[in-house]
C-alpha cells in the first residue's frame, strides 16, 4: 500500500516553542506546573509528566515554577498566581497572543465583541477572560440562533478560535452580519495560518489517496477539525498512535494520506508511515 504525507506535518511553531520552554526548565528545575494540560496531545503529555511536568487544576497546587500552556491562561488566573509570588513563564503561542491582544483592543475600545469558537475550549475561555468575561461565545456550527444574540451596542467585533475550519468561520461571520446589522463590524482573520495551510492540504491529497489517516489528540480541536473535513473527502481514520491502526480499515485501499495535528510529534508520524507500508 502506498502512502502519501501532507507536505506540513509535526508541531507547529507554538507547540514547539511550549515544549521546549518547558523541557528547557525541567532541566534546570527538575519540576514545573501548569494550569491545564500544556497541549493536546497524551502521548506527549505522558512523556513531559515522567521529566517532571506536573498538571493541575488550580492555583493552589502550584508548589514552583507556572507555565503558561500554549492555549493562553484567563487573566483572573494569572493574577491569582501572581499574587502568591510565584514565577510566571509563558508558553501561550504567539498567534493566539495576538488575537488575545485584539479582543483586550475591541473590549477596550467598546465594541461587543463575538468569539467563534467552542465555548468549553481553553483558549476560547480565556479570550472571553480579555474581553472581561463579557464577551458573546458563538459556537462554529451553523446551528446557532443569531436572533437570539442580545448585544448592546452597534459596534461589533469578531474573532475566532486559532484552529476551526476557516470556511465555517467565514459562514458564520456573514451570517452574523446578515442578522445583526452593525453600524460597525470589525473582523479579525485569526485562524491559524498553520492550521489553514494543512486544511487546505485535505483537497490537494484527495486527489491522490483513497483514504486519509489522521494522526493527533483526541481532545485536539485543529486535529478533529482536519478529521472532520477529511470526512467529508472520503474515508477516514483518526487515531493518537499507529498501535491505534486496524488493517480492516484499509481492505482494498491502495493509497493512503497521512496528516496530522499540530500537537503530534514526528515520531509519531513516522512510525504510522512505517506501519501502513508493511500492510499488504
Known sequence: ?????????????????????VTERLKEKGKVYSLGPLIHNQIVIRKLEKEGLRIVDNPSQIRGDLIIRSHGLHPVLIEEVKKRNLRIIDATCPFVKMVQRRVKYLITNGYEVIIVGDPNHPEVRTLAGFARDEAIIVNNSLKFKVQSLKLGTKKVGVVSQTTINKKDYQKTVAQLYKKIEPEEFLIFDTVCQITEKRQKEVSILSRKVDAFLVLGGKESS???????????????????????VKKEWFIGVKTVGILSGTSTPDWVIKEAIDTLGKMK
Open 1 to 21: 500500500m502506498k502512502v502519501v504525507v501532507a507536505e506540513d506535518t509535526g508541531f507547529c511553531y507554538g507547540v514547539k516553542r511550549a515544549i521546549d520552554i
Open 222 to 244: 485543529n486535529t478533529r477539525t482536519l478529521y472532520e473535513i477529511c470526512r467529508k473527502r472520503g474515508p477516514a481514520f483518526l487515531v493518537e498512535a499507529s498501535s491505534q
